[in-house]
């Protein structure tokens, strides 16, 4: 069973930076895709960033492309999301997910991001 759990959200003001944290256990990730998604009130949730476990091949969202970085740390097995520049419309709550081809996809509870202006 993978297990995700999501840190490092919180309240912010606008221009401040996050990095988000996604600790990975219960699996073997190398046949994994790893990504972020975020939901703000009222909206579905959405795509931001993923990247290929084994491979390191990271792409993103237009929305974020410049603003989010998406990385990881094989050894921790641990992802991250580094967010610059915050802006009032990055409020949501962010979850890590975790997608393979044969063992398919699981979630995180998620972490909540408030950005204040």
């Known amino acids: 069973q993978v297990h995700l759990v999501e840190s490092g959200g919180g309240l912010v003001q606008v221009g401040g930076s996050l990095r988000l944290s996604c600790a990975a256990s219960?699996?073997?990730?190398?046949?994994?895709?790893i990504s972020w998604f975020r939901q703000a009130p009222g909206k579905e949730r959405e795509f931001v960033a993923g990247?290929?476990?084994?491979?390191?091949?990271?792409y993103y969202a237009d929305s974020v492309k410049g603003h989010f970085t998406i990385s990881r740390d094989n050894a921790k097995n641990t992802l991250y999301l580094e967010i610059n520049s915050l802006k009032p419309e990055d409020t949501a709550v962010y979850y890590c997910?975790?997608?393979?081809?044969?063992?398919?996809?699981?979630w995180g509870q998620g972490t909540q991001v408030t950005v204040s202006s």
């Open positions: 997910h975790a997608a393979s081809p044969t063992e398919g996809d699981y």
């Open positions: 219960g699996r073997t990730f190398s046949n994994y895709t």
């Open positions: 990247i290929g476990w084994s491979t390191g091949i990271a």
